[in-house]
């Protein structure tokens, strides 16, 4: 039996107590200072209230105050924070990590420095942990298209764990897969993350589709303005790959799981693709975010991060300005409140150059 | 100004007449003895039946044994019949095309020979035209994802035109694209085909995940089980790259439009969703079928005539038994009316081998 100690109790983190519980390992969840109800909660009555769920046997829930006793004796550790609270999360496993420790983190997006070189959120959450110390850990990742709600209830669903080290990889991997919650691994650590951040860039497009829909006042259910969302899809699908080529991943890392199959249930519905609906009818981002109080727009942060970066590179020469017009429009509408219309022609290496 | 002749009246050849005719071409409508409903409606009215609209003013509609008369003195013809009349169109076309004519055809599928070796429809197409006339014709052919209707009333749809000849895939071009038809061109010609060929057969198995959902009896709308249709898009789009290998084209053709782009607007509605989605209630394909009385299932009948050829395939060697493993389990649901029951581990190539 193994025990596994989670910092942070949103949905994704306490959903995966599932499987994990069904091989017969235990939990101990750490709410962040943002999660103290949910912990309360649970600690009552059992219900994690945002999963509207009891959490399984064999999940403990502790306050953020009790971590120290949480911690104690484990080896296993999954920072389950969201993309905004990496540097937060790393500074407290700074503080709570020992030597020989494994960490499997959650959040996806990306972090840039100055000049606009781009880091994948695993090795942002261990840069705040001091070299010695991180020399001395194993750091890997979940990615793949999975809806916390429907691992948590036993749905089958398809992941990819990812990191440096197949044998860590391989040991994660016995420790989750179960009949529902299938895992495959890889160790193109930075294919797989950027993959699982610039999905969520591309679902706040997919919502433009929806939104054009709305703002043309189409009343016949026959007109869905699919044609639309998929050259948007495809457009996405190679900008993925031109990633891959910019930051080191491998192109095949974009088929399957981590980046089609993430894209394609990403944009099927949830904040990001909500947001980009509201843009698409007509708001701009100010506006729209106006309208989702207290949301966070996980996909809205990486465009932001991400084209700004790409500004950065441009000037720098690493990128041309022909590279990247999907997401260099998402930027324009999310940076700097610009109206959706997309560049169609300049999609797929630009028109009569081809396919691709 | 240029005159297209179309043999073939159905939603997709009608739909593709807006573009061409606001280029100032005009466009002949030959029905098949299938179509001659609709031509009599378009003679008398005005308006395509399953489409539910005007045809463009330049569209003058004729009944086949007006074919002829239709075929005088034009160049471009465009073979609009659907999978089924492949080769009853080609045998018509034997008699009508003359020397230096270019072919667009529309069809999507697939052929075999009794060895299990599969050849694009523009090309079983032109087999029943006589070779030394074939060779003085060019064959082109579009794909990517276009619902037919948003076609006919201006939505914004990315294609694909592809054949062997640039040259005449440009003047394909020229003569279509319009500020709401977006075209692209490839000379991947096997490539593009395929990818249209199969994303018919995986959006048949799309729509398992809505019929599973069903069967479950599943009331809270949260969960939509789309962590299980990910996966199988996924697989899909795994699958499309070992095509690719097998039959000769581009992996790179599988990103973008022709591939992931197509299967996408494919995998969310249409006849093939539907037919999947029943078989994945729990039904049979042969009781599934019977509730689609009059209904063309072209992503079934892909997947019998590839799933066929597959079977020869192995036999003789040429592909191994664990490839393709959700093709043949679509193909044993559609030949030989399995259960649905998706063989998760076997995907990107089987547990514990890595991810893609």
Known sequence: MATLVVLG???????????FTDNGNEVRLVGTHLDRDIIESIKNTGVH????LKVPDGVTAFQLEEAAEAFDGVELVMSGVNSFGVDW??????????????????AKGMQADADG?????????????PK?????????????????????????????????????????????ETDFYHVWTSTDFVG????????????????????????????????????????LFGQASVEMTQFMDLLGGEPSTVLGLPGIGDCFVTSMGGRNVKVGTLVGTGMTFTQAKAQMPGVTL?????????????????ERGVLKQAQFPLLRHLHDVVAKDGAVDVPWKTFFGGNGSGQG
């Not at 999360?89 to 959650?106: C, D, F, I, N």
């Not at 070189?117 to 942990?129: G, H, S």
């Not at 996980?298 to 441009?314: K, M, S, Y």
């Open 192 to 231: 797989v993350e950027v993959c699982a951040a610039t999905k969520n860039c591309y679902a706040f497009g997919a919502g433009f589709m929806h939104g054009q829909l709305t703002a043309m006042a189409e009343t016949n259910p026959q007109y869905v303005n699919y044609n639309y969302g998929a050259a």
């Open 89 to 106: 999360a790393g500074e407290q496993l700074a503080g709570l990590l020992r030597p020989g420790m494994h960490v499997l983190a959650l």
């Open 117 to 129: 070189n781009l880091t994948i959120l695993p090795r942002a959450l261990m840069n705040q942990v």
């Open 298 to 314: 996980e996909g809205a942060a990486a465009i932001q991060v991400i084209g700004d970066a790409f500004e950065r590179l441009t």
């Open 132 to 176: 010695e110390l991180r020399d001395q850990l194993s750091i890997s990742a979940i990615a793949g298209p999975s809806i916390a709600g429907e691992v948590a209830i036993r749905r089958h669903t398809s992941v990819v764990f990812t990191g440096e080290n197949q044998e860590v990889l391989d040991m994660w991997r016995g420790l989750y």
């Open 9 to 19: 109790s949103g949905i994704m983190a306490t959903a995966l107590a599932t499987p």
């Open 49 to 52: 209230p945002n999963l509207n």
